[in-house]
């Protein structure tokens, strides 16, 4: 049957997607794709309405026109559980992380472990450590949030966004405040959960050695013309994006 | 396929066979590393940790935790693990756990428990705290100096904003109480009065106590609960968003910019919030008076006049400003002392009213034996 064989492949399908502050819209008719366990780039400039996007897509926004789909189901025409249902496939990291500031990195990491699955608290503190080494930090686990730096919170905020093994993963800018090292290590970590677990990952980023090391779909937000002016493999919106705006976005990284 | 599952066998003297199946979820039933550590425990000529899979299922985090944990332990007890008989993924991620692991600053201080250090702590605490306050009043005279003679940087737009506040949206809740307290005053003077037949004195009672004592009194707790708090929370949240650090960086000093125009709008509103402040209680006592005791509008307004005299209202007066400065500076201050997170907003938000309204008490108190000492 055809509509069930699309459906295997995208997993997250926005429709029409219109996002707008009172009368003030941010962007018109967003209709894209995101395949099942692909790795999906946003991009655009500032105050395109990147991280608006995100919003959205997690049901934080309501859309003024249009709905996004998840494996065929439209969230906003979804009733309040259906909703609660779909919101436990995400996982997100904020910007700025959103760490809660009264817990350790442990504890903000075990606390949906604990809440949603009922593990034990022991076994939570062993998995919140294994996310911790994953993003590169063992032995922080008894930190307190504001006794880190921004991109060690970064880090620990995209290891709570994986606690649950979450079948899609919302990052927006993870790589900010890191060095290049660490951003490496983070996008390798990003690849390596997509090939063993099958996650799915969108990204709001314009960090272009990111953008191209794990973008394999990717659209472009215009904030002047408030559309989406491109979409499509980053290394081909490089070479053959119609909107020389884009191809300049992206050639910054390859012609410094 | 079925749950997931462990199952140890020897290889030699020194190797421990660990061999890895099923389905591994994190919503599900999965061993744990411990009884690896048991036989490790149990047979100290173990120096190898030796991991294989066999009808390995699906997998997810719950299987990295479990390979990451039992290396860290093993590696705890100087056993090494040979995970090259694991899929490429789950070596790749177990790599990536290990590695560029910095160094770990120690974490800061979390209880002291026993009563001693607890006291200790407090005591060192509050002398160093005073010894601040102190030097933030100081700070505070000379900003508001510097405001006053036209050398500080401020705007004056924030100015008008902190008057406004400060003043009039102020206005409804300090009638309100005003009213309500000047009739109980009459309400509780009448009771005892009639006693004598001498309800008349109900006037002067509610006359005085409100102008004296009870006018700047409810002003000034009104002003901690509401100004106060607004000013810590403010300040508070500017710096937790490292507000106050960039005005410092632009050579535009916190305490000119942030704190000195609050201090002034409150001295500045004090007195005719005051003023304002008797009238309604005032109101309040004679409505009280007019219409359950028999006396008549003329003659309250009458008895009242002969029994106020300017000096009364000054030292109303005198009290409210006091009480302003006291909360004004309460609020900036513990805004101004704010930690970086979010809960520090709140503890500095409940300081600056606790204390400014401990503090406002605690000034009428001295203020009334000094007007009392000096027959004022």
């Given at each position: 049957m055809h509509s069930t064989r699309s459906q295997e492949e995208w997993l997250v399908h926005v429709k029409g997607l219109t996002m707008a502050y009172g009368d003030f819209?941010?962007?018109?008719?967003?209709?894209?794709?995101?395949?099942?366990?692909?790795?999906?780039?946003?991009?655009?400039?500032?105050?395109?309405?990147k991280s608006t996007l995100m919003r959205h897509m997690i049901g934080l926004e309501q859309p003024a026109a249009g709905d996004v789909h998840?494996?065929?189901?439209?969230?906003?025409?979804?009733?309040?559980?259906?909703?609660?249902?779909?919101?436990?496939?995400?996982?997100?990291?904020?910007?700025?992380?959103?760490?809660?500031?009264?817990?350790?990195?442990?504890?903000?990491?075990?606390?949906?472990?604990?809440?949603?699955i009922g593990v034990s608290e022991s076994y939570a503190r062993e998995v919140a450590a294994t996310k911790l080494a994953l993003v590169g930090l063992a032995g922080f686990e008894d930190h307190y949030p504001g006794e880190v730096s921004g991109g060690m919170k970064n880090r620990a905020g995209l290891a709570r966004s994986l606690s649950l093994d979450p079948e899609i993963v919302f990052l927006d800018e993870p790589s900010a405040g890191l060095d290049p090292l660490s951003a490496r290590r983070l996008d390798d970590l990003i690849l390596e959960l997509r090939e063993s677990l099958g996650t799915t990952f969108i990204v709001v980023t314009h960090e272009l050695p990111s953008i191209f090391a794990i973008g394999d779909d990717s659209i472009f937000l215009d904030g002047e013309r408030h559309v989406m002016s491109a979409k499509g493999p980053p290394k081909e919106l490089l070479e053959a994006s119609p909107d020389p705006k884009v191809r300049a976005f992206l050639q910054r990284g390859r012609f410094p | 396929m079925g749950g997931a599952f462990t199952s140890l066998s020897r290889q030699g003297e020194e190797t421990l066979k660990v061999r890895i199946g099923g389905e591994w979820h994190l919503r599900g039933q999965v061993p744990a590393p411990s009884e690896?550590?048991?036989?490790?425990?149990?047979?100290?000529?173990?120096?190898?940790?030796?991991?294989?899979?066999?009808?390995?299922?699906?997998?997810?985090?719950s299987l990295v935790t479990y390979l990451v944990t039992l290396a860290a332990r093993c590696r705890a007890r100087a056993v090494d693990v040979d995970a090259s008989g694991m899929p490429a993924g789950l070596r790749r991620l177990l790599n990536l756990a290990r590695s560029?692991?910095?160094?770990?600053?120690?974490?800061?201080?979390?209880?002291?428990?026993?009563?001693?250090?607890?006291?200790?702590?407090?005591?060192?605490?509050?002398?160093?705290?005073?010894?601040?306050?102190?030097?933030?009043?100081?700070?505070t005279a000379l900003a508001v100096r510097d405001l006053l003679i036209g050398r500080a940087h401020y705007r004056r737009a924030d100015f008008a904003l902190a008057l406004e506040h400060v003043g009039g949206s102020a206005l409804p809740l300090v009638a309100i109480i005003n009213f309500l307290v000047g009739a109980v005053l009459a309400f509780l003077g009448?009771?005892?009065?009639?006693?004598f037949g001498a309800s008349i004195y109900v006037a002067s009672l509610v006359g005085v106590g409100t102008v004296r004592e009870t006018g700047a009194l409810m002003t000034g707790i009104v002003m901690a609960g509401r100004t106060g708090a607004s000013f810590a929370a403010v300040l508070g949240t500017m710096k937790v968003n490292s507000e106050v650090d960039a005005l410092e960086a632009m050579n535009l000093p916190p305490m000119h910019f942030l704190v000195a125009p609050r201090v002034v709008a409150m001295l500045v509103m004090m007195p005719l919030l005051v003023i304002y402040a008797d009238v309604f209680g005032m109101m309040g006592g004679f409505v009280v008076a007019v219409t359950t005791l028999d006396i008549t509008p003329a003659l309250y307004l009458h008895e009242t006049q002969?029994?106020?005299?300017?000096?009364?209202?000054?030292?109303?007066?005198?009290?409210?400003?006091?009480?302003?400065?006291?909360?004004?500076?309460?609020?900036?201050?513990f805004g101004m002392r704010t930690g970086r997170t979010a809960s520090s907003v709140g503890t500095s938000t409940t300081a600056a009213v606790v204390s400014g309204i401990l503090l406002v008490i605690v000034v009428d108190a001295g203020l009334t034996f000094f007007f009392y000492a000096v027959r004022m």
């Open positions: 819209v941010v962007q018109r008719d967003l209709t894209f794709t995101v395949q099942r366990g692909g790795i999906f780039v946003v991009m655009g400039d500032s105050g395109s309405g998840y494996g065929g189901e439209g969230y906003w025409s979804a009733p309040p559980d259906a909703r609660e249902r779909l919101r436990g496939n995400f996982g997100v990291l904020f910007q700025g992380a959103g760490l809660l500031s009264s817990m350790t990195l442990s504890e903000n990491i075990a606390l949906p472990l604990t809440e949603h | 690896v550590e048991e036989e490790l425990s149990r047979d100290p000529r173990l120096r190898r940790v030796l991991l294989e899979h066999q009808d390995l299922g699906a997998w997810d985090s560029g692991a910095p160094n770990v600053p120690p974490v800061g201080p979390r209880h002291h428990r026993s009563i001693a250090s607890v006291v200790g702590v407090w005591a060192t605490s509050m002398a160093a705290r005073s010894a601040d306050m102190v030097g933030f009043l100081g700070q009448a009771v005892q009065l009639e006693r002969r029994s106020i005299a300017l000096h009364d209202a000054a030292v109303g007066v005198i009290k409210g400003v006091a009480f302003g400065a006291v909360v004004a500076l309460c609020g900036c201050y």
